[in-house]
């Protein structure tokens, strides 16, 4: 499988509200940033990571893509991916610049086409290419029910409806007020209303400092949180690690860290319990597979992050023995040859060749962005 072309691409692709909010961050739409690998032999792999759909931004990746690594890539073998992942990441000029970042969402990226080919070459999805599923059936978590931005109201008709109407047996809810005990009235709505035997979990997204969150944490003891997502400031290991100590809710994160060493940190300091790896943030399927070993080794879960909206993610969650739930966000589903489905709470595993990142050719034409 020689490569003969790596065509970047930019997709602003439209929320399922028109916009959402959690406690950083505000969008209205999603963007879907990567490249097509295409064979000698005529065959297409499609990767890509996810953004906010800043134009400006998405176009310093699809930079990355066609001029630092598109030269690297041009008549290699498509099926060496360890040897290409580590040609690319460790390229001394390009490891100068940023070993995380733009450099590392474009290699996600790349690495995905790479790993969707493979699986085309062998006509197999790529859960069987990689070894088989471990398990019928996959749990999937509604995020898209519990934004910052939705009123008390909305969230509690969206939590019920994904119980009630769709099946789902968890959920996430988003917190992060300025004032906590905001956070803990609408949680205590929720619980009111779906009852204890709904799991629900909640995100921060990096906003509160640790004593707010200690105090959160001690307010919250009783709700029976599943995991607190992202309470603290990314990079912040020893506050995450003191949370850990301090409450019996567990920590979970990951969808903000770029590699397999930032992992083994939180790991070893103790500061996480429920493993949150993105192949959008990571260096694609190579490195994702080297943090879910890692979990592994350490008898934690995983529970991917949806950067990718879980195209990708549900080959690797049905394969990997540390995944357990999945997490989902339907916002871009529609616009793939095999979208990432949901029936009953439990994510319909794939059967067509490839990691299921074929985008439909009307969704380049009406959604494509131009690359400069």
């Not at 995450?240 to 100590?245: D, F, N, P, Q, S």
């Not at 339907?330 to 616009?335: A, F, G, L, Q, R």
């Amino acid at each position: 499988m020689k490569i003969q072309s790596v065509e970047p691409f930019i997709l602003h692709l439209p929320l399922t509200s028109d916009s959402i909010s959690d406690s950083t961050h505000s969008i209205t739409h999603w963007g879907v940033v990567g490249a097509v690998v295409t064979t000698t032999d005529g065959l297409k792999g499609y990767g890509f990571t996810g953004t906010h759909a800043h134009l400006a931004s998405d176009r310093l990746i699809t930079a990355c893509i066609r001029d630092c690594y598109a030269p690297l890539l041009i008549g290699e073998d498509a099926s060496d991916t360890t040897r290409l992942w580590t040609r690319l990441a460790r390229h001394p000029a390009l490891q100068w610049v940023g070993r995380a970042g733009i450099t590392h969402l474009a290699l996600a990226a790349v690495d995905v086409a790479l790993w969707d080919l493979k699986a085309k070459k062998a006509q197999v999805p790529l859960w069987s290419y990689l070894g088989g599923a471990r398990t019928e059936r996959l749990e999937a978590y509604n995020t898209d029910i519990g934004w910052l931005s939705f009123s008390l109201d909305e969230l509690l008709a969206g939590a019920a409806r994904a119980v009630e109407e769709d099946g789902f047996t968890r959920i996430k809810v988003k917190v992060g007020h300025d004032d906590p005990n905001f956070d803990i009235k609408r949680l205590e709505a929720v619980r009111k209303r779906l009852g204890e035997t709904i799991r629900v979990a909640i995100d921060g997204n990096g906003k509160w400092d640790l004593p707010t969150c200690q105090r959160f944490c001690a307010r919250a003891r009783d709700l029976d949180i599943y995991w607190f997502e992202e309470p603290l400031w990314y990079d912040d290991i020893a506050s995450h690690a003191a949370l850990a100590r301090n409450t019996p809710i567990p920590i979970a994160l990951g969808e903000q860290l770029y590699s397999v060493d930032a992992f083994r940190s939180f790991i070893a300091a103790g500061a996480v319990a429920y493993v949150q790896p993105d192949v959008t943030r990571l260096g694609g399927v190579t490195e994702y597979i080297q943090v879910a070993d890692l979990a592994l080794a350490h008898r934690l879960p995983v529970v991917p992050h949806a950067g990718e909206m879980s195209q990708v993610h549900v080959h690797l969650s049905y394969w990997h023995p540390a995944s357990t739930v999945l997490e989902y966000i339907p916002w871009i589903k529609d616009h793939f040859a095999e979208p990432a489905n949901v029936r009953d709470g439990i994510f319909r595993r794939p059967e067509q060749p490839g990691a299921s990142t074929t985008i439909l050719a009307e969704s380049f034409e009406r959604y494509g962005k131009s690359l400069n």
